[in-house]
């Protein structure tokens, strides 16, 4: 398990996941990270590719469903029609990573890959390239790596990673001890108040080698499949006996398959991080977001014309209509041609129930 | 002052008033009284010649803005062309509805008119019907005579009509002391408990004749005027000069040039009602209406999809995108293709301030 020194380094963005919180923005079609939910002018997936492009310049792979490919493509000019691999249906994140690892693999057996979700917002991201920047030199010693976001509230929302102790050589990196699913709140105020737990913000830094020899012993099956879908990528692309097997791929996540499994054999290292980090998952994280913590502000995303004595909540429109609102706080209205939505930041994490209600009564064509 | 007791009736419906408190439904371009706000399936306007037919035919001239004419005779395909009398711009009631007088006086001096608004919402028609007809009688002895409507609650958002005396020879009739403009509710509640105060629904049913002379003494100038525009409309219609005379005639609601002189003259009777009536001024009352005291509905008007667990408010759209709502009671949307309203029953009222600074600020296109 020798890693080289001198192995490259490439980035591989997962750009998977609906983001059914945040419908009737995000849809099947277009889903969350294809949009741009902060403001910035650019959408998620591009603010992802330039966070990245500092660390590893082009050397960015991107694994998506074959139906975004060209909003893929459109949205990140840079991306080396090599690097983008397309999931003919979505089969988890164990799948899409250990994809992209085993192709890069074959291209380069010293490879460390990084994943990176394509969905999340960070800001401060000098410190998020410090921190990945050590996570790649401890990835080279033979470990998984993953970035814990020190936590700034008892969050229930997240996972959490129990560290150990700091790891020689290495400026803040320590030993993983296990990785915790999302707590109860009494437990998230104890691992608030313990310098040991930090977020699991889904990073994982690794050798392509060790991250598949750690699949093919959990899920070997699983990995022999990613093999030899591998080799058909290399080859050229999919065939139909390929997109077969893909769609026979086992559903698991990459927390299950390869890090907690990582973690118990001692595998596993944290780089400890304190940048700003989100994964606005639903309208109203959006709207913290958005209002920064400012009081008295409605955050409007799109072209609307706006019209409110509103001082909280959030606007999304996909259009330049006039939207007024009169004495409703804490307001998510998004508009989109075919679907509007109106709630609060109460009931934001409802939006999804609302989704599946929909999936239920068979409107498709409204997902 | 002896009127023909074979004197013919016309009715008059002036279709003016944008309802600010409506928008963004109710715009310049198409006022109130051309929504559908019952869920009906027709107009308020459809609805009232529906509910004079029975009582004069097709004898119904309707005025309005020449803006609302094919609109207006689109709607209402019995309707006359000599009938329809087109205002060049609002001038209030009392022009509107003594041009109507003017010209049907000039057609049939004997004619009996009755205004009826083209928004206002009644049920149990017969018993309208009812009350108009003996209306009318009263009218035909030298009265001008309103529709007072029995009061099911102290309200303040309506005028008041006092009676005293009844009519000898009529089954219902009173006479006419004084109107009352709305009262603070303390009023409202003593008028509620004796049962000489109806509400004044500004149903005016009088010989043309006699509204014209009490015009003729409250506002002489305007009379002479109103005298010189109806001539031109017997004539085949408004010349320039005449648009130009109308744009200068003095605006002046009906209640103070004809109504309350006529009441302190003792012209003024009565014919009290008991049917419902609604004037739906705003989407609060839309909501009650279509509740109709039903707890757990939630008022749709228009084609929507709708996805709610609210069980109360209005939802009104002139689309049929899907509109879901979570969490959120005594809501308002109303979709329109350039515009959205979001606010709730509580608020309603304010609708109005909200058009003001849209005028205020020059966007008039969404007026």
């Not at 603010?47 to 493509?73: F, K, M, Q, Y």
């Not at 990673?161 to 993983?176: E, H, I, K, N, P």
Request: charged share 20%.
């Amino acid at each position: 398990m020798n890693m080289q020194t001198d192995a490259s380094f490439y980035a591989v963005i997962p750009a998977g996941g609906i983001g059914s919180r945040l419908w009737p923005l995000s849809r099947a079609s277009a889903p969350k990270f294809l949009h741009d939910l902060t403001g910035s002018g650019q959408t998620l997936l591009q603010d992802t590719w330039d966070r990245l492009e500092p660390i590893c310049g082009d050397n960015i792979a991107v694994v998506t469903g074959s139906t975004h490919a060209s909003h893929v493509t459109d949205q990140l000019p840079n991306l080396s029609p090599t690097n983008l691999f397309l999931e003919p249906s979505p089969r988890d994140s164990t799948a899409a990573i250990a994809l992209a690892a085993a192709v890069l693999s074959k291209r380069d057996s010293d490879v460390v890959i990084g994943s990176f979700a394509a969905d999340h917002v960070i800001h401060e991201t000098h410190k998020f390239e410090i921190a990945v920047k050590e996570a790649i030199e401890v990835a080279k010693t033979g470990k998984i790596v993953t970035i814990g976001v020190n936590p700034t509230e008892p969050s229930t929302a997240f996972g959490y990673v129990r560290t150990t102790d700091s790891l020689a050589g290495f400026d803040s990196a320590v030993q993983v001890r296990e990785f915790i699913e999302k707590p109860s709140i009494n437990k998230a105020k104890k691992y608030f108040q313990s310098s040991d737990y930090l977020w699991n913000a889904g990073m994982f830094i690794a050798p392509a080698k060790l991250f598949l020899e750690v699949l093919a012993e959990t899920e070997p099956k699983l990995a022999e499949s990613i093999d030899y879908l591998a080799e058909k990528v290399v080859a050229g692309g999919f065939d139909k006996e390929a997109v077969k097997t893909w769609h026979a791929l086992k559903k698991v996540a990459i927390d299950y398959s390869v890090a907690e499994p990582a973690a118990k054999k001692g595998l596993v290292a944290c780089v400890p991080a304190s940048f700003e980090w989100h994964d606005v998952g639903d309208f109203a994280a959006i709207a913290e977001l958005q209002s920064q913590g400012r009081s008295g502000n409605l955050a409007v995303l799109g072209k609307a014309k706006v019209l409110s004595d509103s001082s909280s909540g959030i606007l999304v429109s996909e259009n330049d209509k006039l939207i007024a609102l009169i004495g409703v706080e804490d307001i998510i209205v998004v508009d989109t041609p075919d679907a509007l939505l109106v709630t609060t930041k109460q009931h934001a994490q409802k939006v999804k129930g609302l989704v599946d209600s929909l999936r239920a009564s068979g409107q498709d064509e409204l997902l």
